[in-house]
């Protein structure tokens, strides 16, 4: 189970569930222009969503 916290503030996030009812896991991948990116996505491979911010940063995941 992957919940989200705020590195800044300690705001924290519970586990996010797919349409098809699966819980996204927190994945990093690499864009065209080299950058790293987490996202939470679909291990059925449903689709994949930006991972959740605060105070203008990513959420640090953990399990």
């Known amino acids: 189970m992957t919940t989200y916290e705020c590195g800044d503030c300690g705001m924290g996030i519970g586990t ?5 009812g699966v819980e996204l896991v927190h994945e990093s991948i ?3 222009d080299g950058e790293t990116v987490q996202v939470s996505q679909c291990p ?3 689709g994949k969503i930006k991972s959740p911010t605060c ?3 990513d959420m640090n995941p953990s399990n």
Do not use: A, P
């Open 16 to 20: 996010l569930n797919c349409s098809c």
């Open 30 to 32: 690499l864009t065209e």
């Open 44 to 46: 059925k491979g449903c």
């Open 55 to 57: 105070c203008g940063t």
